[in-house]
């Protein structure tokens, strides 16, 4: 049986799934800008292209069913200070998947902040403005049906 986590353990985790996942889903050439210059590393994974199986749900809750594959890149690094980095990325791009695992290392280090401000907040901030212009467009399309009574009834 897994121990119970408490919230306050947990958060370390949490607080990495939002970087990793900002990584992911960044373009790779605004990451290239935001972050020109990667440390010195050791590659502990090279990274490699793969495939993995995307499944999907009816209506979110439904059975599950394989949807198809998609193309992703792999890469884990260590710093020369020791901390360890992973990253999993969209397509077939090798420097941004090392890229994004070179911030995720460094993500565990002092230099942490600065690069909350510098990198990560700028990709949310970028993200939720592309969400918040995705989602004006589709409600600019929305059509409220009504009937109307008629005076037969």
Known sequence: ????????????????KVWLSLLAKASPARLAVLFPDLPEHTLLRRPEVGAVMVRGRMGGTGAPFNLGEMTVTRCSVQLTSGEVGHAYVQGRDKAHATRAACVDAL????????????????????????RQLRAEKAAATKVDFFTLVRGED
């Open 1 to 16: 049986m897994k121990p119970a986590v408490s919230p306050q353990e947990d958060e370390p985790h949490s607080q990495r």
């Open 107 to 130: 993500m565990q280090t002092d230099a942490a902040a600065e690069l909350q401000a510098r990198v990560l907040d700028v990709l949310a901030a970028e993200a939720a403005g592309a």
